[in-house]
């Protein structure tokens, strides 16, 4: 979530997907609750249950299948929570972002770890994202 590409929110019926230029990765985000007894796979992305609180959207993931939490190798456990908030400013040109992380098996205590923000730029499009290590020879 902190790339500098583009990202999108995309209706899909009662649910959003969140489009992420980079990796081409799409995430879903349920929007309404799951009458299904059964505990979600965890996957790379997590399960990612999504409401609407005074215009700002939180986003709760958790099932998340991945050992770390950013770049840098911090790490993260299976029991890690996320909690993200997406809020548009006034004017509605920019989306401010954060995400606040529980995870016992890392932090004492929840702890927001990231804040970002993105502009929105008119005609921009989310682009199949080419991963090619650049030769410039």
């Given at each position: 979530?902190?790339?500098?590409?583009?990202?999108?929110?995309?209706?899909?019926?009662?649910?959003?997907?969140?489009?992420?230029?980079?990796?081409?990765?799409?995430?879903?985000?349920?929007?309404?609750?799951?009458?299904?007894?059964?505990?979600?796979?965890?996957?790379?992305?997590?399960?990612?249950?999504?409401?609407?609180?005074?215009?700002?959207?939180?986003?709760?993931?958790?099932?998340?299948?991945?050992?770390?939490?950013?770049?840098?190798?911090?790490?993260?456990?299976?029991?890690?929570?996320?909690?993200?908030?997406?809020?548009?400013?006034?004017?509605?040109?920019?989306?401010?972002?954060?995400?606040?992380?529980?995870?016992?098996?890392?932090?004492?205590?929840?702890?927001?770890?990231?804040?970002?923000?993105?502009?929105?730029?008119?005609?921009e499009e989310i682009q199949?994202?080419?991963?090619?290590?650049?030769?410039?020879?």
């Amino acid at each position: 979530m902190m790339s500098p590409h583009p990202v999108e929110f995309r209706q899909n019926g009662d649910d959003l997907l969140l489009l992420l230029e980079e990796w081409g990765a799409i995430r879903t985000i349920f929007m309404t609750p799951n009458d299904n007894p059964e505990l979600p796979t965890p996957s790379l992305l997590g399960h990612s249950m999504g409401r609407w609180e005074d215009g700002t959207l939180v986003v709760r993931t958790s099932y998340i299948d991945y050992p770390y939490m950013d770049e840098h190798g911090t790490p993260q456990r299976e029991a890690v929570k996320i909690v993200e908030r997406f809020s548009l400013s006034p004017d509605g040109n920019s989306m401010n972002w954060s995400a606040a992380v529980t995870d016992p098996g890392v932090f004492t205590e929840p702890v927001v770890v990231f804040t970002t923000r993105w502009d929105w730029v008119s005609g921009e499009e989310i682009q199949v994202y080419d991963c090619r290590e650049f030769d410039p020879f």
